[in-house]
């Protein structure tokens, strides 16, 4: 069974650091990109940040560029989202998410699946 | 940067009606970045389509997408109950805000 499952979350003060983990299992983590979408409570989704299969390709949503750095570890199928200088903006549900590319017939299809359960961050004093 | 936006904010239909939801993209996408995903309480997104018109695996058929260009549709042909959700739209790094598909 294709899994994710983030940890890391919990309660930090303005400022402050969180590193988020997302252990997959059931597929072949080295072959996917992978992303950190977060939900602030009672929002929609918002992309954080993606890295490519092997770490050569990172980008950032402006609102966390500079902040977040998301990293991988292909022997421990493991994605990785270090967050500092964490804001009160910042508290959210924040999921991981596999990327999904599939070329057909010259065309190029992504998409997100699955995604974990989801862990939450919440920042404030 | 692209922008999509969905409408409307929130469906209130019955069970058996008919769901009709819009997404809206600020410039021309290409439909095989065009994404659906239902999300209820407390549960993480779940993949709908992909691709704009294409089912996800395990996906019951009265789930269905369209569209192209600019604008795009998911329509639901006979509400179940488990099917009251919100639905978000995506292209890449962008997500719509979504509809909330409540019951009447």
């Known amino acids: 069974e294709v899994q994710l499952v983030e940890s890391g979350g919990g309660l930090v003060k303005p400022g402050g650091s969180l590193r988020l983990s997302c252990a997959a299992s059931?597929?072949?983590?080295?072959?996917?990109?992978m992303n950190w979408v977060r939900q602030a409570p009672g929002k929609g989704l918002e992309w954080v940040s993606s890295?490519?299969?092997?770490?050569?390709?990172?980008y950032y949503a402006d609102s966390v560029k500079g902040r977040f750095t998301i990293s991988r570890d292909n022997a421990k199928n493991s994605l990785y989202l270090q967050m500092n200088s964490l804001r009160a903006e910042d508290t959210a549900v924040y999921y991981c998410?596999?990327?999904?590319?599939?070329?057909?017939?010259?065309?190029?299809?992504?998409?997100?699946?699955?995604w974990g359960q989801g862990t939450l961050v919440t920042v404030s004093s | 940067e692209i922008v999509l936006t969905q409408s409307p904010g929130t469906l209130s239909l019955s069970p058996g009606e008919r769901a009709t939801l819009s997404c809206r993209a600020s410039q021309s996408v290409s439909s095989s970045y065009l994404a659906w995903y239902q999300q209820k309480p407390g549960q993480a997104p779940r993949l709908l389509i992909y691709?704009?018109?294409s089912r996800a695996t395990g996906i019951p058929d009265r789930f269905s997408g369209s569209g192209s260009g600019t604008d795009f549709t998911l329509t639901i042909s006979r509400l179940e109950p488990e099917d009251f959700a919100v639905y978000y739209c995506?292209?890449?790094?962008?997500f719509g805000q979504g509809t909330k598909v409540e019951i009447k």
């Open positions: 998410a596999r990327e999904v590319v599939v070329v057909v017939a010259a065309t190029r299809y992504n998409w997100f699946d699955p």
């Open positions: 995506q292209q890449g790094g962008t």
């Open positions: 059931g597929f072949t983590f080295s072959s996917y990109s």
């Open positions: 691709g704009a018109s």
């Open positions: 890295i490519s299969s092997s770490s050569s390709y990172i």
